[in-house]
């Protein structure tokens, strides 16, 4: 009986002791160079391959090369971007008005009002090929 009268203390402690880890996480932050991975290159298809000149133009200064991160922004080839997850409007949504910091400890993500729409899609449509060839 005395431990279930103790219990809702027990669970008060934990649930801050939890609190604090998280904290702790967030204040220190992460080595964001060690989330760039090595990403396989598969043949593209032509929608593809004028996504990646898109890329390269508009992403890969924060994506890094073939969307696999860089030490300012996450790698897009990585299972948090499955399409499950981010669907591919979620890339248009996030093209036109930014996206705030909540996967990583990049910071935010600014719009980017230079892409246009259809090239957003091609965009997509090569970071998805990759996502394949790569196993995500």
Known sequence: MR???E???YIVIAVLIGGAVVLIGQLTG??????VVTV?????????????????ANCEACHGQNA???DVGPPLVHKVYRTSHHADGAFLLAT???????HWQF???????????KDVFAIVRYVRELQQANGI
């Open 30 to 35: 992460t080595d964001n160079s060690s989330l």
């Open 107 to 117: 910071g935010d993500m600014p719009p980017q009002p230079q892409v246009e729409d």
């Open 68 to 70: 696999g991160g860089s």
């Open 7 to 9: 219990l809702p203390k």
């Open 40 to 56: 396989k290159v598969p043949q593209l298809s032509a929608q593809a391959a004028e996504g990646q000149k898109l890329f390269e």
């Open 96 to 102: 036109k008005r930014g996206v705030n910091a909540h």
């Open 3 to 5: 431990l279930m009268a």
